[in-house]
């Protein structure tokens, strides 16, 4: 079992900037993922990150404005979103899972409690 807890979210204008931080509650050696959820819509893929680094994807939608990292020693997944749009708003949720990156919700083990995104016009 690993706990997941998110932080760094709030409110930015379009345009803007913010990092999120997800802290694991012990090393792990996972996958970890991010996704989002705005209100009335699925929860869907927003990018992932090998243990090692090694590999990362990222959805159509924020390629080339968001970037995922890692830092192992401190056992923490960022999620450093740039460009911000009103339609990344959403609660944004990080995962872990064993293996290879992935893209589907069902793939993911282990769920923070999310961290909420406002973006204004």
């Known amino acids: 079992q690993v706990q997941l807890v998110e932080s760094g979210g709030g409110l930015v204008q379009a345009g803007g900037s913010l990092r999120l931080s997800c802290a694991a509650s012990?090393?792990?050696?996972?996958?970890m993922g991010w996704f989002r959820q705005a209100p009335g819509k699925e929860r869907e893929f927003v990018g992932a990150?090998?243990?090692?680094?090694?590999?990362?994807i990222y959805a159509d939608s924020v390629k080339g404005r968001f970037t995922i990292s890692r830092d192992n020693a401190k056992n923490t997944v960022y999620l450093q979103m740039n460009s911000l749009e009103p339609e990344d708003t959403a609660l944004y949720y990080c995962?872990?899972?064993?293996?290879?990156?992935?893209?589907?919700?069902?793939?993911?083990?282990?769920w923070g409690q999310g961290s909420q995104v406002t973006v204004s016009s």
């Open positions: 990150i090998t243990w090692s680094a090694s590999s990362t």
């Open positions: 995962a872990a899972r064993h293996g290879v990156v992935a893209r589907n919700v069902g793939d993911f083990d282990y």
């Open positions: 012990r090393r792990t050696f996972y996958t």
